[in-house]
C-alpha cells in the first residue's frame, strides 16, 4: 500500500510557475509508474504527464508539451511537475498517481493507475 500527498498548488498570475510534488509514503514510490492528471470544474479528468519508474521516459500531452516538466527523485520518494508559462485553462485541480503492478512503463489512461493522491489545486488569473 502507498499513500501519494500532492503540494505546491496556489494562485499564480499566467506566465507564471508553480512546481507540484507527489509525496509517497508506505513503500518506495520509485516501484510504481507515475502520472499526473487534471480536472477543472464540469470536466472530466485528464491527462497531464507520465514519468517511468526509473525516470528514463516521460510523456506529456499536447496541451502542456514544451511548458510542464515531470521529473522524480527515487531517493525522496517524490515525484514533480515543473509547470511554467502557465495559462487560464490550466486551471484545475492536480492529481498524481501510481500504478501498482510496477511495470517499465508509463501511462496515460487513469485507468491503469490504481493509487492517487488527494489533489491539490491550482489556479491560473488572467
Known amino acids: 500500500q502507498v499513500q501519494l500527498v500532492e503540494s505546491g498548488g496556489g494562485l499564480v498570475q499566467a506566465g507564471g510557475s508553480l512546481r507540484l510534488s507527489c509525496a509517497a509514503s508506505?513503500?518506495?514510490?520509485?516501484?510504481?509508474?507515475t502520472g499526473w492528471f487534471r480536472q477543472a470544474p464540469g470536466k472530466e479528468r485528464e491527462f497531464v504527464a507520465a514519468?517511468?519508474?526509473?525516470?528514463?521516459?516521460?510523456f506529456y500531452a499536447d496541451s502542456v508539451k514544451g511548458r510542464f516538466t515531470i521529473s522524480r527523485d527515487n531517493a525522496k520518494s517524490t515525484v514533480y511537475l515543473q509547470m511554467n508559462s502557465l495559462k487560464p485553462e490550466d486551471t484545475a485541480v492536480y492529481y498524481c498517481a501510481a500504478d501498482s503492478r510496477g511495470s517499465s512503463y508509463y501511462y496515460i489512461s487513469s485507468y491503469e493507475y490504481d493509487y492517487w493522491g488527494q489533489g491539490t489545486q491550482v489556479t491560473v488569473s488572467s
Open positions: 514519468i517511468t519508474r526509473t525516470g528514463d521516459a516521460t
Open positions: 508506505g513503500r518506495a514510490l520509485s516501484m510504481y509508474p
